[in-house]
T-cell receptor, first 114, second 111 residues
């Protein structure tokens, strides 16, 4: 039962262009959504989050968009940099207070080509 | 910047043996977690721990698994009798004001 889905296992983008990573979820109880970045041999690193009461959150080059009716969120990285090359995990929680478990998607491997 | 520290980084164990994975969470954090990632698969929740007791666990976290915070700083995951399918990266995480901090993981290889 995959409650959080990332249908693109990989994505290649030229440096300077926009990277768009997509995520879909099925559990309507999810209230808080996060993106994590993971480099090889390291743990996931928190990138950006969004509460279900918002439809957009921006932090520097990173913007997360949430479409609750479609149960879809996306992460935009612009401009993309080679150092952004990593696996990106979408994640969700039923707890907007933040302490319940997080359910991860399967990840999208982003490669930014110089 | 505060870190979650996991030891060892890699552990090889024989099937049927007990293994203990160690974690030192961030000192002022109150919630602690173990996740695992089998090679090529998604990161999966195992267990959460708060106030010295398990607050939630997944179906993966069966009787072979246990967690402990023995001394107020370490947070351990014990697998009593390892199986081949326990081979995975195990990530510890801690959380205080939302935003998990993950450790760099322990790669467990069961042979």
């Amino acid at each position: 039962d995959q409650q959080v889905k990332q249908n693109s296992p990989s994505l290649s983008v030229q440096e300077g262009r926009i990277s768009i990573l997509n995520c879909d979820y099925t559990n309507s109880m999810f209230d808080y959504f996060l993106w994590y970045k993971k480099y090889p041999a390291e743990g996931p690193t928190f990138l950006i989050s969004i509460s279900s009461i918002k439809d957009k959150n921006e932090d520097g080059r990173f913007t997360v968009f949430l479409n609750k009716s479609a149960k879809h969120l996306s992460l935009h990285i612009v401009p993309s940099q080679p150092g952004d090359s990593a696996v990106y995990f979408c994640a969700a929680s039923e707890d907007s207070g933040g302490y319940q478990k997080v359910t991860f998607g399967t990840g999208t491997k982003l490669q930014v080509i110089p | 910047e505060p870190e979650v520290t996991q030891t060892p980084s890699h552990q090889v164990t024989q099937m049927g043996q007990e293994v203990i994975l160690r974690c030192v969470p961030i000192s002022n954090h109150l919630y602690f977690y173990w996740y695992r990632q089998i090679l090529g698969q998604k990161v999966e929740f195992l267990v959460s721990f708060y106030n010295n007791e398990i607050s939630e666990k997944s179906e993966i976290f069966d009787d072979q698994f246990s967690v402990e915070r023995p001394d107020g700083s370490n947070f351990t995951l014990k697998i009593r009798s390892t199986k081949l399918e326990d081979s995975a990266m195990y990530f510890c995480a801690s959380n205080s004001n939302y935003g998990y901090t993950f450790g760099s993981g322990t790669r467990l290889t069961v042979v």
